[in-house]
T-cell receptor, first 113, second 112 residues
């Protein structure tokens, strides 16, 4: 299982771009990288998933270098409502099957005015 | 509406009194999981199920049981709860493995 390491916390201000990096040195060939957002007392919510290079959707971008040993979640122009815990998860997206998933401790992002 | 439901949302119980937390999903997902969340420890997977009658241990299975008799339901059973099982519990479902997981609203359990 690929273990992930993230910073425990980050601070930012409204309107800034925030980049959260996750380290996953022993990622397997079939593994994808997935990021979730969690607000207090709510279940995590899927943000974005990728395998290599760059993936972008309406809320975030995910950058994955060629060696895939790390990934960076980029949140453009954050607002107060982006204050949350962000989790990086690595594993194979096996439809109809699957193995144990290890979330890790996440990164607490705090956005201020 | 696609959703994962959990019941109860809040539960206070005493040591040793068996309890069950139910989880149900309406997305026809094969993969279902239970997680517990404790301050500073993130989300830890308790058990997961790849399909009906197929379950396996996650990272912290001690003191818990699960069953998967129907595809939509995945109850979490605490046969003899102890105070160290006081936690926030989440059920989740997905098509499989590290596909997008849909989480329930959580169950806050207190064991006295």
């Amino acid at each position: 299982l690929a273990k992930t390491t993230q910073p425990i916390s980050m601070d930012s201000y409204e309107g800034q771009e925030v980049n959260i990096t996750c380290s996953h040195n022993n990622i397997a060939t079939n593994d994808y990288i997935t990021w979730y957002q969690q607000f207090p007392s709510q279940g995590p919510r899927f943000i974005i998933q990728g395998y290599k290079t760059k993936v972008t959707n309406e809320v975030a971008s995910l950058f994955i270098p060629a060696d895939r040993k790390s990934s960076t979640l980029s949140l453009p122009r954050v607002s107060l409502s982006d204050t949350a815990v962000y989790y990086c998860l690595v594993g194979a997206p096996v439809v109809g099957g699957g193995n144990k998933l290890t979330f890790g401790t996440g990164t607490q992002l705090k956005v201020e005015l | 509406e696609a959703q994962v439901t959990q019941n109860p949302r809040y539960l206070i119980t005493v040591t040793g009194k068996k309890l069950t937390v139910t989880c149900s999903q309406n997305m026809n997902h094969e993969y279902m999981s239970w997680y517990r969340q404790d301050p500073g420890l993130g989300l830890r997977q308790i058990y997961y199920s790849m399909n009906v009658e197929v379950t396996d241990k996650g990272d912290v299975p001690e003191g818990y049981k699960v069953s998967r008799k129907e595809k939509r339901n995945f109850p979490l059973i605490l046969e003899s709860p102890s105070p160290n099982q006081t936690s926030l519990y989440f059920c989740a479902s997905s098509r499989g493995g590290n596909n997008e997981q849909f989480f329930g609203p959580g169950t806050r359990l207190t064991v006295l």
